[in-house]
């Protein structure tokens, strides 16, 4: 029998529960990973928000196919709407709860609340806020984290140093913590890594220029839509030694900053418009990595060579594995330490 799972639909409801607890503060799951209604319906809103979303990019794109979105507008519309009834019912639970409670909670959602007034927040603007978190944060992270794990599969003793970390600093009797981070610098190169090779948004997000400008003797004129492909410039042979090769230790060696300070590595963009979440996405995704290592071994499925796991792209602005990770898990931790643990959110 296969013991392989499907990497992709674990790390993608991880990621789900991670972000919509940081934004809602709220699991729209329970410990036996079963989705309740409301969770379903934010799935489907989310899912369809990226198409759209795409359809909208094509037809900028390309404007003669344009006519193949009639209902473009009228879709926006609708799904536009859903998202606004769904986002008042789960804010209307927020304030209820702090009416009761007397106090905000540690999420975004209850932070936009507390500052709404001092802000002149409307529903509009905080109900875009929300849904930004959301939309920017969600696919990005779990792009990555799947990854960064296919690279573990691929590279054993990348994952057995990592390992050999996480039990030096961890140790056998106790889970991972935040407070661990700064203690595994092993498994934050392997993240960093994980960026260089596969940033989850290889052509960044689309920049308009406004004003014509010269870079490296190209003019772009005022108005166009620029892409930076940080891909190819985190493979560049002359800027990366062996830039094919998955080496955390390159960045053990040399501390290369990938919050937009230095070129070479550009996973959250640069300047005024960088990602917002860089930081919250580099400690989740240490997180999951960190979890899902001192937890399990992972080797490739049942006949499957580490060299033949499928390293493509899918084509689209956020960069999945063409083919989902399949992999093998292995717990290495005594048994307690796998129970659920309800936490407070
Ligand atoms: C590994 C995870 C992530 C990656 C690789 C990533 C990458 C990016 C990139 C490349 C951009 C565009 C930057 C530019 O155009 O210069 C961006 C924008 C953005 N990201 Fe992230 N992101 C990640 C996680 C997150 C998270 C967790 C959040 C929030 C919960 C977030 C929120 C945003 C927002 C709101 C923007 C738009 C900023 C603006 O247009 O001003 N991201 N992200």
Request: charged letters at 25%; glycine letters at 6%.
């Amino acid at each position: 029998m296969d013991k392989s799972l499907q990497a992709r639909k674990y790390l993608v409801a991880l990621t789900f529960n991670h972000i919509t607890r940081l934004v809602f503060g709220k699991r729209f799951m329970n410990y036996e990973g079963i989705m309740d209604e409301q969770g379903k319906e934010f799935k489907a809103i989310v899912a369809n928000g990226i198409k759209l979303g795409a359809s909208l990019a094509m037809a900028e794109h390309i404007p003669w196919l344009r006519w193949m979105f009639p209902l473009e507008e009228e879709a926006f519309a609708k799904h536009g709407a859903q998202r606004d009834r769904l986002t008042q019912a789960i804010m209307e639970e927020h304030i209820l709860a702090r009416q009761k409670s007397g106090g905000a909670k540690q999420n975004f959602a209850d932070a936009l609340l507390t500052l709404q007034d001092k802000y002149d927040l409307g529903d509009d603007a905080i109900f875009g806020l929300l849904w930004d978190m959301i939309t920017a944060g969600m696919d990005t992270t779990a792009i990555a984290i799947e990854w960064a794990m296919a690279e573990l599969v691929r590279n054993p003793k990348v994952q057995k140093k990592a390992q050999e970390e996480l039990d030096r600093v961890i140790g056998f009797e106790r889970v991972m913590s935040e407070t661990d981070f700064s203690n595994l610098p092993y498994l934050q190169s392997i993240a960093k890594e994980a960026l260089r090779l596969h940033p989850p948004t290889p052509l960044m997000l689309p920049h308009r220029a406004n004003a014509t400008v010269k870079i490296g003797g190209y003019n772009i004129p005022k108005g166009s839509t620029v892409l930076v492909n940080v891909w190819a410039v985190a493979r560049d042979p002359a800027v990366w030694k062996d830039p094919e090769d998955f080496l955390p230790e390159r960045f053990l060696e040399e501390d290369v900053d990938m919050k937009g300070h230095d070129f070479r590595l550009l996973p959250f963009g640069a300047g005024r418009r960088v990602c917002p979440g860089a930081q919250l996405g580099i400690n989740l995704l240490i997180s999951m990595l960190g979890h899902l290592l001192h937890h399990f071994c992972w080797t490739p499925a049942e006949g499957v060579k580490a060299e033949e796991i499928d390293m493509h792209e899918n084509p689209g602005l956020g960069a999945y594995m063409r083919t989902p990770l399949q992999a093998i898990a292995t717990p290495r931790l005594p048994s307690h330490l796998y129970k659920r643990v309800a936490s407070d959110i």
